[in-house]
């Protein structure tokens, strides 16, 4: 796994502050523009801009993912709703 260090933001959705990404397909890789971001607390579905902020993705850049990357997504979705740990918007603050 690999972590990169990303500006300090907001999730649009639930608040959480983040300031890092790490990978979940390719081992090693990068977040690059265009690429997807999850958010950890939420997984609410956003896409990196060009200096790795993330803003929200549309509804269809959402539809146009491959079936891959929407399965994941559900995943993602699973995981966090049975995960043991609560909100961590609470321990964020303002980006
Ligand atoms: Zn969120």
Redesign the pocket.
């Given at each position: 796994m690999r972590t990169t260090r990303t500006p300090p933001q907001m999730?649009?959705?639930?608040?959480?502050v983040f300031d890092a990404a790490t990978e979940a397909i390719e081992a090693k890789a990068k977040p690059k523009p265009g690429d997807v971001a999850l958010?950890?607390?939420?997984?609410?579905v956003g896409i990196y801009n060009a200096d790795l902020s993330v803003r929200p993705a549309t509804e269809a850049e959402i539809a146009a993912f491959d079936a891959g990357t929407k399965k994941l997504i559900g995943q993602a979705r699973i995981a966090r709703a049975s995960a043991p740990f609560g909100n961590l918007?609470r321990r964020g603050g303002r980006a």
């Open positions: 999730c649009p959705s639930c608040g959480y958010c950890l607390n939420c997984i609410n918007a």
